[in-house]
């Protein structure tokens, strides 16, 4: 019913940029949030950005001020772009949405397969 394609992860070096692209797809009536979430080796999973159908953006704390979330006109896509990366934002980041669906009651919530980020120099 929904599909959620993730780009861009990859190899980068302490300072560098990246970004992150989410696209998600299938009959989907309404977006109410798309985001991203990552989680280290070891960790639990937390979360980096996400934007609401009202195009209200929540950030964590640890990527404040360096993460930007935003997405595209159709609101089907939402790119995060990462500035200043640390070898602390080495993670596999997964694009998370929650969405109405034709046909179907309530909100659904679907993931993308994972993109591993990894800064290092």
């Known amino acids: 019913q929904v599909q959620v394609v993730e780009s861009g992860g990859g190899l980068v070096q302490p300072g560098g940029s990246l970004r992150l692209s989410c696209a998600a797809s299938?009959?989907?009536?309404?977006?109410?949030?798309m985001g991203w979430y990552r989680q280290a080796p070891g960790k639990q999973r937390e979360l980096v950005a996400v934007i609401t159908g009202s195009s209200s953006t929540i950030y964590g704390d640890s990527v404040k001020g360096r993460f930007t979330i935003s997405r595209d006109s159709a609101k089907t896509t939402v790119y995060l772009q990462m500035n200043s990366l640390e070898p602390e934002d080495t993670a596999v980041y997964s694009c998370?949405?929650?969405?109405?669906?034709?046909?179907?009651?309530?909100?659904?919530?679907?993931w993308g397969q994972g993109t591993l980020v990894t800064v290092s120099s």
């Open positions: 998370n949405v929650i969405v109405a669906v034709s046909g179907r009651s309530g909100p659904f919530n679907a």
């Open positions: 299938g009959t989907i009536t309404n977006i109410y949030s």
